[in-house]
């Protein structure tokens, strides 16, 4: 199982990190959650597979071969803070969208090397934008 | 001692303060402070000309062994008087010179710091402390030089010569440390000259410390700075840059000289530099026609000729040391005082335009005479006996000693020829075309020249006083051993008086033709292009250069070759590892791989692929809707119930965010055609390197009994049946703690920035209109808001639990959402979904800090035994949970449908 | 009482947080009640500080479990000085927030998120186990996500998407990280994980996760190569945002370089010999990147990533007083780099931009900016009797001490640029004449706030300056206390209280 895990992990991996070098935005957004799921895999993977019998001990009684509970409850963990990162990505994406129009990543991220605005009109200019 | 320099400190403390409460007597009343530091010294001389010394030490910082240990000695009492007496006198000079100025307390301020910091300098008996008072003395003339901060020049010169100073005083720190190292202590006087030129490292030591004293001596490649320090007022020429700054250089090799000199090494360093440096600081000199770069270069002159004499190491030499340095103090801050006197009172520094001052300046002019005669090194001023010595020290030295002579005959007679510049030329003869009407300047502006150039004029003709109170020990503390020290102006006609004659009348010469020796001098074109600023501004133009390069290389504003690079980085730390580990993968299984799971994995990365190749929209969230529900497959295939149900809420919940942001937007372009195989390449060796360190690390069986144990005491202990959630909420439910915070506060800042003030939340109408659906989907709700609950109240035991629960609420209360509007999921709850997010985190928190209650531990829990029934805290914290996530999703989705709304 | 005090640091910000939650409607108090946390953070830092320095270790194990299998809190002298320098951070700037600006609703995400980075921040000091530290990492990097979008406009949306974009993946590996860790260790608690590594008993997959945990703790310190994120997101956000990243953010990285790296190999390796290169390598290109930049906040930047270079230098020779150095450096470099960016906005809020060019007249108008100016501006360049000196002072010695020649000129010269950059904001800001003349500058009236914030740090830099000596010796105190990674090896002893 666990060249199977691999697999994915890497095919996951990769077609996450080609949506993140993609030109549109839209597409990166996507590449997170792709690569977030890869590494989630790769977390749960890591604690072995090959269980028969999921982590439950009804009345105390340990099932042979149970399933680690451990990085189920980190991958657990990890997943709901992937999904809440990944709505924050998406918002700033809808953000950027209203701003930016739809132009290419690299033309977004290039705004930032762009001189200093003036703060002339008011103390913060960009905090009332 | 100590008390005297924190009488200076706080004196420029107070300076600013003091000068707009007594504008007109302010400089008089600071002018005290030194003269009686002075005063105190001079009572001191009897003790110190006898030998002894006076110490003081204050502990500083223990652990390095480093104190504030100062020492009164000799050469720092030569030097204390130096500062102090000049000192007085330039605090007077300045309240003259810049009377009508602004900033004049401020320029106080920064004059007293620095004679706090060269007093602490030539006091300092500790190599730190001295190196904290050196980088002082360089940020006061930083300040200094830029003080008419409105002049672009003296704005370059300060930078410059804070470069210079600074980045010398860095090497210095370097071979202090190193001295300190091999020394055992960083105590100066008990530095052992043995045992510190018997140490493997002592080339280097000697090396950086001499790249410190040069750079602030002005040697030769550091120079420069010096001249341009010039745009600073002339109170500040005066003082630091020619009688004592500058001399701090020169002061630390002296100081220095009993333990790192006597080698044939340092020896011929200091006269190969000192003698280049001297000749060259005359030649310029004669070239100037500003009568303070003028100064200045033979300022340069001057200092090139006392590293010199300390390198020479002779009796004569030291002896020829200390009375040059004197009669340099005194004459040229008294040329520079005068010099700005004229500048002040014509309106010129231009030599040329001078001439014939002596009828409107007659103070003015004594002083100058009498400094002049004394720098032209003419008896019986003091600088004449200085010369003599010179001439003698260095003709001790022999074969080399006759060259080195040489050149400085040379350099001295171009010297006599700039006294005569400053006075003769400038003085007598007749009257100059000068921009304003002259006339004689106020007491403290020619107080000072005078009664400095007079003391040049005594100590040379009763120099037996001197030589008593002053030279005899400053030589004893220079020299590593005794020194015989007789002053005399007649020693009979000895090569010295020879060198001496010859001195003088090759000035003469040189003056009187003066104008063929720049004639000469200007052929030398080639030679004048190097010794410029040109180098430093080529120098700084490299530098600029390379740096612009260096932040070019990072700042191309490009996201995706950041994400490149460092996509790149964990690659090749991936495959660098691995490799040097000896790929120790996991043995291969893929034969042994259920067809269920081989399914589930081909179809999530289906999906995946489909999501990085597709370019429609729908398609693109269909296809990564597709990748998740693969995943989920296989986390149930790999009994993973928890996870797997967690999976499918969130990627539900994902998907209807998608659509409901990606709505609104373009669709995607397909791919363009571009280079793509470089990135194609990275996405592989990525990929590949993170499926490999899974291999890694699932080589061994694992370690640990953590598993075990888990499962083992999940039960008894948590009493809970489903393990993971027993881990979630108590035996790591501090993770758990983080991770509800992280919804929390990324759910708001998701909301914040799609930026809808709640009170415009309106009713608006629904997204999806439809009345069948409206109704149709109501049931729906209450069954996922039921459902929820029941997830939450068997999580412990069953598959459920906060987080799942949470979700299924969420996703319920969004259908509501979209069917009735933002405002109907808070209708039908009655709280706000914010509101309900922060009683989620208090619930979490309160049932955290329960453990607390009798002593235990944070999230310590406490159980209820309801009959058979468990109720505790981890329960009550499981709730926290499912209401925060429960909450925060709400709270996101009923802004983005107001949003949608407003658009 | 023990309990409580050592898990205050993130109880209070997380309470703090709620508060802020809850009081949504009342914006003033919101204010009070976050101002009313980050001073009781501050008090509590200040106890916590205090014990520490007698020698005290404050451990726990959360839900009472005992290590590995629950998670394990400690408070050591490291952690606790950086709790108390963080909490003085947050104070300060939500005061200099408070100050400049006057914006309701942003304010009060502001002072909303500011208590979630410091919980996030504190949780990471605390902790000692891998995956909670990843938690934490988390918690504080949406805080941050949070903060550096504050405000929106064009330019700081799409600063934002390159910090989140390139943060996301640095995380995503440390996430990595961990779950692999735990395959091949078998462990998450640093305590035991330091015992494995101690002994040599490590296994192969159990390296390379640590290293790629490294590298992830370098792309949040920006170390060399690894840094790009920073340089190019940090000058976007608002100053007080900027200055409380360019304070604490990379720091966190920092720290948990040094925690994992003294914890797991106390003596000096391969790996140290490679981090040595990395550290010269940033001193370099941060200074000679910043040498090119004409904004103070863009300068300042640049030199955030030189100065890890310094920190990481320590940590790299490795020895008691390298790693004292570094301590000691950490600490000075929070308040200074923090106070520096405070300066830089308000001077750029006088003289109406921030680039330099359109910059001046400050030494005439605002002297006392100016002075507050010089003082940490010659500290970062290590100009004694300042902070930075001794901190820089440290590690030149070390590196002498250990032969380590180039680490000791690379030191020495980024100094020389240091001070180079410093004294042209000096030179242009302050000395040179504003390019529109004197009645273009504002008024700093309404500012005072901002100033004694401003005036505050830099007499603390003045003071760890000058009083040197107790400084040096918590530092290496803490750094012997790391080496021997005492506090975290003795969670493994059963407690005392069975």
């Known amino acids: 199982m666990i060249w199977l895990t691999a697999l994915t992990v890497a095919g996951l991996a990769a077609l996450g990190l080609w949506m993140l070098l993609d030109r549109n935005l839209k597409r990166v957004v996507l590449g997170i959650a792709v690569l977030g799921n890869a590494i989630n895999l790769a977390v749960f993977a890591a604690g072995r597979l090959g269980a028969e019998q999921a982590a439950f001990t009804p009345a105390g009684q340990v099932p042979l071969a149970a399933a680690n509970p451990l990085p189920q409850a980190l991958v657990l963990t990890a997943i709901v803070i992937g999904f809440a990162l990944f709505a924050f990505a998406l918002a700033l994406l809808k953000r950027s969208r209203d701003l930016h129009g739809d132009r290419e990543t690299d033309h977004v991220s290039a705004v930032t090397e762009e001189p200093a605005p003036d703060l002339r009109q008011g103390p913060d200019r960009e905090g009332q934008a | 001692m100590l008390q005297a320099l924190l009488l200076l400190l706080l004196a420029a403390l107070l300076a600013p303060a003091l000068t707009r409460l007594l504008p007109r007597h302010a400089g008089a009343c600071l002018a005290l402070l030194p003269l009686g530091i002075f005063l105190w010294l001079l009572s001191h001389m009897g ?87 050196w980088e002082l003395t360089s940020v006061a003339s930083f300040l200094l030089i830029g003080f008419q901060h409105d002049k672009p020049e003296a704005r370059r010169a300060a930078l410059q010569a804070l470069l210079i100073t600074g980045g010398g005083g860095l090497a210095l720190l370097a071979g202090l440390l190193l001295l300190g190292g091999v020394a055992q202590t960083w105590q100066i006087s008990s530095l052992d000259a ?112 006392l590293t010199m004499l300390i390198g020479s190491n002779t009796p004569y030499g030291l002896q020829a040391f200390v009375l040059y340095l004197v009669a340099h103090s005194l004459y040229k801050a008294a040329l520079f005082m005068a010099v700005g006197a004229i500048d002040h009172a014509t309106g010129t520094r231009e030599y040329p335009r001078l001439g014939g001052l002596w009828r409107f300046m007659p103070l003015t002019g004594c002083a100058v005479a009498l400094a002049a005669f004394s720098n032209a090194g003419l008896p019986p001023f003091f600088g004449f006996i200085a010369k003599e010595f010179k001439y003698s020290g260095l003709l001790e030295l022999g074969l080399v000693g006759g060259l080195i002579t040489t050149v400085m005959i040379l350099t001295n007679a171009l010297l006599f020829a700039a006294a005569g510049l400053v006075f003769v030329k400038s003085f007598l003869g007749p009257p100059g075309a000068y921009p304003r009407q002259p006339h004689e300047v106020s007491l403290p502006l020619w107080l000072g020249p005078l009664l400095l150039a007079l003391g040049g004029f005594l100590l040379g003709a009763w120099n037996s006083w001197p030589e008593t109170w002053l030279v005899n020990t400053a030589v004893q503390n220079i020299a590593s051993g005794p020194v015989d020290v007789s002053l005399y102006l007649w020693g009979g006609f000895t090569p010295a008086l020879l060198a001496s004659l010859l001195t003088i009348s090759l000035g003469l010469a040189f003056y009187l033709r003066r104008d063929l020796l720049l004639k000469l001098l200007g052929r030398l074109q080639w030679f004048w292009q190097f010794s410029g ?99 989920t497959l296989l986390f149930f295939l790999m009994q993973a119930p928890d996870v797997a149900m967690t999976m499918l809420m969130v990627e539900s919940l994902g998907v209807v965010l998608l659509a409901l942001i990606y709505r609104r937007m373009p669709r995607v372009a397909p791919q363009g055609r571009g280079l793509a195989w470089p990135r194609a390449l990275l996405a592989g060796l990525f990929g590949l390197s993170i499926g490999l360190a899974l291999l890694v690390s699932s080589a061994a069986p694992l370690p640990g009994d953590l598993a075990q144990w888990y499962l083992a005491n999940s039960y008894g202990q948590g009493h809970g049946a489903n393990v993971v959630n027993v881990i979630l909420v108590d035996f790591r439910a501090f993770d ?67 987080f799942i629960g949470g979700l299924t609420a969420a996703a319920g209360c969004v259908l509501l959402v979209l069917m009735h509007g933002p405002a109907s999921a808070e209708r039908l709850l009655r709280l706000r979904p914010r509101t309900l997010m922060g009683i989620g985190l208090a619930v979490a928190l309160l049932a955290a800090s329960l453990g607390l209650l009798g002593g235990g531990a944070f999230f310590q829990a406490h159980w209820l035994w309801l009959g058979e029934l468990p109720l505790g805290t981890p329960l009550l914290f499981d709730l926290g949970v499912y209401l925060c996530v429960f909450g925060a999703s709400l709270h996101l989705f009923q802004r983005l449908t107001a949003e949608e709304h407003a658009a | 009482m023990k309990a409580l005090l050592l898990i205050s640091p993130v109880l209070l910000p997380l309470l703090t947080l709620v508060a802020c939650i809850l009081l949504r409607r009342q914006g003033a108090w919101v204010i009070r009640a976050s ?212 304070g604490l953010l990379t720091k ?131 100009i004694p009797p300042l902070s930075g000196f001794w901190a820089k ?91 021997s990674g005492e506090a975290h090896l003795a969670l493994l002893a059963p407690p005392a209280g069975d």
């Open chain 3, 252 to 382: 966190v990285g920092v720290y948990a370089l040094i925690r994992l790296v003294t914890l797991l190999w106390p003596e000096p390796g391969a790996l140290h010999q490679v981090l040595l290169w990395l550290a010269c390598a940033s001193m370099l290109v941060g200074v000679l990147g910043a040498a090119a930049q004409t904004e103070v906040r863009r300068i300042l930047s640049f030199h955030v990533v030189s100065q890890v270079g310094y920190m990481v230098l320590g940590l790299a020779l490795a020895s008691p007083l390298a790693l004292a150095g570094a301590v000691f450096y950490l600490i000075h470099h929070i308040v200074v780099k923090a106070n520096l960016f405070f300066i830089g906005g308000l001077a750029a809020l006088l003289c109406g931009s921030e680039r330099l060019a359109a910059m001046g007249g400050l030494y005439a108008r605002a002297p006392w900016l100016a002075l507050l100016f010089a003082i940490p501006a010659l500290s970062l360049a290590g």
């Open chain 3, 393 to 483: 002072f440290l590690l030149v010695k070390a590196s002498l001490d250990l032969a380590a020649w180039t680490a000791a000129a690379v030191a020495l010269l980024t100094g020389v640029f240091t001070l180079l950059s410093m004294s042209k904001i000096w030179n242009e800001a302050f000395l040179k004449p504003h390019p529109e003349g004197e009645a273009a500058l504002g008024n700093s009236a309404g500012l005072r706030l901002a100033l004694a914030c401003i005036a505050v740090l830099a007499g603390l830099t003045l003071l760890i300056g000058l009083a040197a000596g107790p400084v040096l010796d918590y530092a290496q105190a803490s750094a012997s206390q790391l080496l």
């Open chain 2, 194 to 305: 043995a045992q510190v030129q018997g140490h493997a490292l002592f080339p280097a030591i000697m090396l950086l410390v001499l790249l410190g004293c040069f750079s602030k001596s002005a040697q030769l490649p550091f120079h420069l700075w010096l001249p341009n320090a010039m745009n600073a007022p002339t109170p500040v020429s005066a003082f630091l840059h020619s009688a004592t700054m500058v001399k701090a250089g020169v002061f630390l090799l002296a100081r220095l000289n009993p333990s790192l000199g006597g080698s044939l090494g340092w020896s011929s360093l200091l006269i190969a530099f000192g003698a280049a440096t001297a000749l060259l600081g005359a030649l310029l000199a004669i070239r100037q026609t500003d009568l303070k770069r003028l100064l200045a270069y033979t300022t340069v002159a001057v200092l090139g000729q």
């Open chain 2, 736 to 802: 758990t703690l983080g991770e509800i915070v992280v919804v929390a506060l990324a759910m708001l800042a998701a909301a914040s920035l799609l930026g809808r003030t709640p009170a415009k939340l309106g009713t608006g109408d629904p997204v999806f209109a439809s009345s069948l659906l409206l109704e149709g989907l109501k049931p729906l709700v209450w069954l996922l808001l039921g459902a929820s609950l029941l997830l939450l109240w068997r999580g412990h035991n069953l598959p459920g639990g906060g």
């Open chain 2, 533 to 631: 600023d040109l180098l430093w501004d080529r120098l700084l133009k490299r530098v600029f250069a390379v740096a612009a390069l260096t932040a070019s290389a990072f700042q191309h504003g490009s996201l995706r070759q950041h994400l490149a690079l460092l996509a790149l980085c964990i690659s090749l730390l991936l495959g660098i590892g691995i490799t040097w580990l000896g790929w120790p993968l996991a043995p291969f299984d893929l034969h042994q791989a259920s067809l269920p799971a081989l399914l589930a994995a081909s179809l999530s990365l289906l999906g995946a692929l489909g999501a990085a190749w597709l370019p429609g929209r729908l398609s693109l969230v269909a296809a990564l809707g597709l990748s998740g529900l693969g995943l």
């Open chain 2, 47 to 133: 003790s110190i000309a006898d030998g002894q010394v006076l110490e003081q030490r204050v502990s500083w910082i223990a652990a390095l062994q480093i104190a504030v240990h100062l020492r009164l000695d000799g050469l720092s009492l030569l030097f204390g008087l130096l500062i102090s007496g000049i000192g007085s006198l330039i605090v007077l000079y300045a309240a003259g010179y810049l009377e009508q100025h602004r900033q004049l307390g401020r320029f106080y301020a920064y004059l007293l710091l620095f004679m706090l910091a060269m007093l602490g300098l030539v006091l300092a008996d500790d190599l730190i402390l001295l190196f904290v008072f």
């Open chain 3, 35 to 246: 101002l009313l946390g980050s001073v009781l953070l501050l008090g509590c830092a200040g106890v916590l500080l205090w014990q520490a320095a007698q020698g005290q270790v404050l451990s726990a194990q959360m839900g009472g479990w005992q290590a590995p299998y629950g998670i394990s809190l400690v408070i050591d002298r490291l952690a606790a000085a950086l709790i108390a320098i963080s909490a003085l951070i947050g104070l300060a700037t939500l005061l200099y927030g408070l100050t400049h600006h006057g914006h309701g609703r942003l304010e009060r995400h502001f002072h909303l998120f500011v208590h979630g980075l410091m919980a996030g921040i504190c949780g990471a000091f605390i902790t000692a186990d891998l995956f909670n530290l990843y938690v934490w990492f988390e918690v504080l990097l949406i805080a941050s996500f949070a903060l550096i979008s504050l405000g929106g406009g064009p330019r700081r949306l799409a600063g934002s998407l390159t910090y989140v974009a390139l943060n996301l993946l640095a995380t995503l590996v440390f996430l990595l990280a961990a779950g692999l860790l735990y395959g091949s260790a078998g462990t998450l608690n640093m305590g035991e994980l330091a015992v494995q590594f101690r002994s040599g008993q490590a296994s192969a997959g159990a390296e390379l996760a640590v290293l790629l945990m490294l590298l992830a703790f370098a792309i949040k310190a920006a170390l060399f190569p690894v840094f790009g994120w920073l340089p190019a997101t940090y000058h976007v956000a608002w100053t007080p945002i900027s200055a409380l990243f360019a």
